[in-house]
T-cell receptor
Framework: DVKVTQSSRYLVKRTGEKVFLECVQD?????MFWYRQDPGLGLRLIYFSYDVKMKEKGDIPEGYSVSREKKERFSLILESASTNQTSMYLC?????????????FGPGTRLTVL | RKEVEQDPGPFNVPEGATVAFNCTYSNSASQSFFWYRQDCRKEPKLLMS???SGNEDGRFTAQLNRASQYISLLIRDSKLSDSATYLCAVNWDSSYKLIFGSGTRLLVRP
């Protein structure tokens, strides 16, 4: 079974703090993705990565950065957290040959910025 | 027009009913299609991929209509445990990105 884990289920931070969200997958997937999910807005892609040290902007990259130093790990960084970044953050991975597009999600991190 | 559209619902049906959802997509070049199920405050989980010929998994049937650019999900003999939000996902280009619909909420009542 594909396993995607995220470092925290719930996180509370203060405005201006630097926030790190970590995601690890154990299936040797090439592709990893960060989304945020807000009521009424669905899943929105923040950043994704096809390979180590490679990153591409998604639809809403502003205020975020990412790091992929190892294949299994993809980190999302909020450089200076703001209240409008309060959201559910979901990491996903994909990449086995037969099912390259199929994405598997981690349990999510519910971030509250005060 | 949104890239991927779903009726948000909720669809409120009695146990045992048959219910169907559609999901329309705007990119005629899309090649991969999926249905995910998401329970409240949980992550989306893959329900099934949608193949050109259609596919069935127990009470669930997914179909693709390329001409009209939509995919459908049919649930027969609804169970209380089917209550969830159903998200469709469509690949967009060769980048392995998926575009997700906003989801259709299903409520199955006793």
């Amino acid at each position: 079974d594909v396993k995607v884990t995220q470092s925290s289920r719930y996180l509370v931070k203060r405005t201006g703090e630097k926030v790190f969200l970590e995601c690890v997958q154990d299936m040797d997937h090439e592709n990893m993705f960060w989304y945020r999910q807000d009521p009424g807005l669905g899943l929105r892609l923040i950043y994704f990565s096809y390979d180590v040290k490679m990153k591409e902007k998604g639809d809403i990259p502003e205020g975020y950065s990412v790091s992929r130093e190892k294949k299994e790990r993809f980190s999302l960084i909020l450089e200076s957290a703001s209240t409008n970044q309060t959201s559910m953050y979901l990491c996903a991975s994909s990449g086995l040959a037969e099912t390259t597009d199929t994405q598997y999600f981690g349990p999510g991190t519910r971030l509250t910025v005060l | 027009r949104k890239e991927v559209e779903q009726d948000p619902g909720p669809f409120n049906v009695p146990e045992g009913a048959t219910v169907a959802f559609n999901c329309t997509y705007s990119n005629s070049a899309s090649q991969s299609f999926f249905w995910y199920r998401q329970d409240c405050r949980k992550e989306p989980k893959l329900l099934m991929s949608v193949y050109s010929s259609g596919n069935e998994d127990g009470r669930f049937t997914a179909q693709l209509n390329r001409a009209s650019q939509y995919i459908s999900l049919l649930i027969r003999d609804s169970k209380l445990s089917d209550s969830a939000t159903y998200l469709c996902a469509v690949n967009w280009d060769s980048s392995y990105k998926l575009i997700f619909g906003s989801g259709t909420r299903l409520l199955v009542r006793p």
